[in-house]
């Protein structure tokens, strides 16, 4: 039988439908090319904003659909609406043949048996305390990989839906991160970014560390900056990457091991959300804006050639025009890189939809959202335009999606380079590149040499 997944939403989301095409593979089933040639499709949902949700609904109602012509077909659902929606999916989608909650996708290849032996609108969901199956299977495809650190999120910021999707937090043993990093590197995964919601607080709920057996030096003693220094020891990863960061994890000693551990890669995902002290307190962010800059300031000054994006909300319950004003100081002060700007969206059980009006109208949500791209535009290229003629290390991608003919990668501070290639060239490899132009986010240049090749 032939598969296909869809994937919505984040690089968890990813993550998983990786492991779980890795593990379908493994069961017997054939990835298919495309839609048409597949003979179950699998639905990975996601429900940060209403418009996710209504993407995926909308999919499944069309795939459903497909099934008068292909009565045979199959369609699943797994992820974070899966997980949300329970039993009811069966109420919007009647057709569905499994749902999948985000802790049981190990249960996957299990459940596309079942459908495939006549079964349908069958649901797994664990409840969000439950242990959850670890992502640890892979495609090993390309040289970048994503790895699950830590499951779930114990902030309850007022207008997520994350903690009820994705459950409470569970850090994985580095013992186990770091076999299955070691496993990618040798099969040419060259950089690894390290996920979790809240990722510096890996360790912090649960035990990783085998005292008896520590995989690192010990010159770190906080559990995430000891996982960057062992996960920077392995042979052949060449880059370390993590998201996401919340300024509460901005310590000392992060800091240190971001600065003098070669391999972690000089970038940041630090999501600021607003600007305003009144909206991050209604948000239950846990900091003020004076605290989200000093950790923007402690990082630059430690590194220099840091780059930091963010994530912003516009419309948060409340939010006047000065509140407002306020996210786009603050982004003039940060200097951001990248930030990706949503519009407010109540969600169903979070405290900021059970307790505050959604009172700012779609109208002002769209047009303070196209002012701080506008202002983002501005900052990126005026951030870019200091890397004119300077040298960076690129880690090659491959061919340009634009243009095939010439090729692109990423810094790393997580900007797009693009180049012309060179004979030999291979994804995976570094070159260096010396910045001739530049746009808000994207930078082009030559090759001037190569530092590794893959
Ligand atoms: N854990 C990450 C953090 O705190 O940085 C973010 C995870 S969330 C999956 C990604 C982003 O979606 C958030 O940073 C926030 O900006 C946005 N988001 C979450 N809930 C939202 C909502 N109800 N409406 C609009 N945007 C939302
Ligand atoms: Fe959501 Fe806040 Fe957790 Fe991020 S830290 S996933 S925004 S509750
Ligand atoms: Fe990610 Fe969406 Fe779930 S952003 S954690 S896939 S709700």
Partial sequence: MKFILHTYGCQMNVRDSDAVAAMMTAAGYQQAVDEDDAEMIIVNSCSVRAKAE?????????????????????????????????????????????????????????????????????????????????????NESGHAAFVTILLGCNRRCAYCIVPDVRGTEFSRPAREIIAEITALARHGIREVTLLGQSVMNYGKMNSVWDESDPPSSADFTEPFPRLLEAVGNIPDIRRVRFT??????????????????????????????????????????????????DAVNRLRSAMPDLSITTDLIVGFPGETEEDFEETRSLMKLARFDNAFIFKYSPRPGTPAADTMVDDVSMDDKKRRNQVLLADQDECGQRNNEALVNTLVNVLVDGPSLRNPKRWAGRTPGNKIAVFTPIDGLEPGAIVKVRITKVAPQTLYGKIVSVVAAL
């Fill in 54 to 138: 209504d993407k995926a609904i909308g999919k499944l109602g069309l795939l459903c659909a497909t099934k008068r012509d292909r009565p045979e077909r199959k369609v699943g659902l797994m992820g974070c609406m899966a997980q949300r929606l329970g039993e009811d999916i069966f109420k919007k989608i009647p057709l569905l043949d499994f749902s999948v909650g985000t802790r049981r996708c190990n249960a996957i290849p299990h459940l596309a048996r079942r459908v495939a032996n006549g079964e349908t609108n069958i649901c797994e969901i664990s409840p969000a305390e439950a242990t959850p199956d670890v992502p640890d299977s892979h």
């Fill in 244 to 293: 996401s960061s919340h300024p509460s994890g901005c310590t000392d000693e992060l800091v240190r091991a971001m600065s003098t551990l070669p391999k972690i890669c000089h970038h940041l995902h630090l999501a600021a959300q607003s600007g305003s002290d009144r909206i991050l307190k209604l948000m239950r962010r846990g900091y003020t804006r004076a605290e989200y800059l």
